[in-house]
Nanobody, 123 residues
Framework: QVQLVESGGGLVQAGGSLRLSCAAS????????MGWFRQAPGKEREFVAGIDWRSGSTYSADSVKGRFTISRDNANNTVNLQMNSLKPEDTAVYYC????????????????WGQGTQVTVSS
């Protein structure tokens, strides 16, 4: 069992930055791939970035490459998403998730979810 709690969302102007954090708890965190997803109103939940907890290897969606960076802090059991050069189309609820397999980009492949945090980018 894994529990996830996101924080760090808010309102920012286009071109600005935000840092999201996901506090994770559970006995075997090192066996999981952690992911960030987002869901805008009326749209499906989409993959943003993922990281292997043990190795730190990452992968991300083309739409955020070069702007968003996922990282983990083993000492504090947190996964972070640094978002730079934000655009209005990045506006969504952002979710942290955990999966037992590497490389998944489908929401159906992730077993545990946080409650989400709202990110709003104004133009």
């Amino acid at each position: 069992q894994v529990q996830l709690v996101e924080s760090g969302g808010g309102l920012v102007q286009a071109g600005g930055s935000l840092r999201l954090s996901c506090a994770a708890s559970g006995r075997t965190l090192s066996t999981y791939t952690m992911g960030w997803f987002r869901q805008a109103p009326g749209k499906e939940r989409e993959f943003v970035a993922g990281i292997d907890w043990r190795s730190g290897s990452t992968y991300s969606a083309d739409s955020v490459k070069g702007r968003f960076t996922i990282s983990r802090d083993n000492a504090n059991n947190t996964v972070n998403l640094q978002m730079n050069s934000l655009k209005p189309e990045d506006t969504a609820v952002y979710y942290c998730a955990a999966a037992l397999a590497w490389g998944r980009k489908s929401a159906a492949g992730f077993s545990y979810w946080g409650q989400g945090t709202q990110v709003t980018v104004s133009s």
